[in-house]
Nanobody, 125 residues
C-alpha cells in the first residue's frame, strides 16, 4: 500500500483545513486508515482512525469534536476535515494504513504498517 497525503498549509486560528490521503492498491477496503501528527520536538501522536467499511471511527481527545475522518472507498481516499484549528494543532500530519479490522484491533496493532509522507499544517496568526 502506498499513501500520499496532501492539503496541508497555513491557516489562522479558528480556521479549517481538509487533508486528503490517496492510497494505491486493490485492498483499500481491507485497511483501517488513520492520521497521526508530529509537532517539532514531540513524539508522533495518534489523531484519528476509520475502519475499512467506514463504520467505526475513533479520535484523540485533543481533536474530538473538531476533526472528522471519512473515507471514499470508491476513490481509495481518506479525508481529515479539521475545523476550529488551534496553534497547538501545528504539526506534520501523516496518513497510515493497517489491516486492523476494528478500533480495538487497530490499537492493539500499533503502530500501523504503512505510512505516507507527511504534510505540514501550520496554525498561526
Amino acid at each position: 500500500v502506498q499513501l500520499q497525503a496532501s492539503g496541508g498549509g497555513l491557516v489562522q486560528p479558528g480556521g479549517s483545513l481538509r487533508l486528503s490521503c490517496a492510497a494505491s492498491g486493490r485492498t483499500f477496503t481491507s485497511h483501517s486508515m488513520s492520521w497521526f501528527r508530529q509537532a517539532p520536538g514531540k513524539e508522533r501522536e495518534f489523531v484519528a482512525v476509520i475502519t475499512g467499511s467506514g463504520g467505526s471511527t475513533y479520535y484523540a481527545d485533543s481533536v474530538k469534536g473538531r476533526f472528522t475522518i471519512s473515507r471514499d472507498n470508491a476513490r481509495n481516499t481518506v479525508v481529515l476535515q479539521m475545523n476550529s484549528l488551534k496553534p497547538e494543532d501545528t504539526a506534520v500530519y501523516y496518513c497510515a494504513a493497517d489491516l486492523a479490522t476494528n478500533v480495538i484491533d487497530f490499537i492493539a496493532r500499533l503502530p500501523p504498517t504503512y505510512w505516507g509522507r507527511g504534510t505540514q499544517v501550520t496554525v498561526s496568526s
